[in-house]
Structure formats: structure tokens, C-alpha cells
């Protein structure tokens, strides 16, 4: 079992920046991928960024690449999102989610084994 408590979502303005964190607690850390993926009302859940469990291989989706970085730290048991210039289309509550079976980076809902509660992100025009 794995348990993530995403924090850091808030209301920022066009242009700003947040830094999401997932912190995980159950099995080794080290030992799975991480992403991160956002939902808006009526749409389906989308891949925003994913983590391979040592950290030395990322993937982005097009609409983020440039823009937002993931990260983790393997010592702190937890996983980031660092987003830049962010935009009002940004606006959405992300979640991060966990991926036990799999050893690369991985960018599909179905691949990811383990979900957090998901935060809130407001970027007002």
C-alpha cells in the first residue's frame, strides 16, 4: 500500500509560479515511478508529468514541457511540481499518483497504481 497527500495548490495569478508536493508514506519510495496528472470540471483526467523511482528520467505533456519540472527526493519520500509561467488554462486540481509495476516514466492513467486526494489550482487572467 501506498498513501500521497498532495499540498501547495493555491490561487496565483497569470505569469506566476507554485511548487506542488506529494509526500508518500507505505513502501520504499525509491522503489516506484511518480507522476502528476490534472483534472478540470467535465474533463477527463490528463498526464502532466512523470518521474522514473530514481529520478534520472522525466516525461512531459506538450501543453507543460518548457514550463513545469518534476522532481523527488528519494530521502524525503516525496515527489515535486515545480510550474513557471503558469496560465488561466493551468486551472485545475492536480493530482499525484504512484506507479508500482513499472520501471520507466510512465504517461498513462491506467499504469498508475496508487492516487493522492488531489489540490487545487487557480490561475487567474
Known sequence: ???????????????GSL???????GRTFSSYG???????????????AAINRSGGSTVYA???????TISRDNAKN?????????KPEDTAVY???????TTVAVT???DYD????GTQVTVSS
Open 114 to 117: 496508487y492516487w493522492g486526494q
Open 19 to 25: 511548487r506542488l508536493s506529494c509526500a508518500a508514506s
Open 95 to 101: 493530482y499525484c499518483a504512484a506507479s508500482i509495476y
Open 62 to 68: 506538450d501543453s507543460v514541457k518548457g514550463r513545469f
Open 108 to 110: 498513462t492513467y491506467v
Open 78 to 86: 516525496t515527489a515535486y511540481l515545480q510550474m513557471n509561467s503558469l
Open 34 to 48: 511518480m507522476g502528476w496528472f490534472r483534472q478540470c470540471p467535465g474533463k477527463e483526467r490528463e498526464f502532466v
Open 1 to 15: 500500500q501506498v498513501q500521497l497527500v498532495e499540498s501547495g495548490g493555491e490561487l496565483v495569478q497569470a505569469g
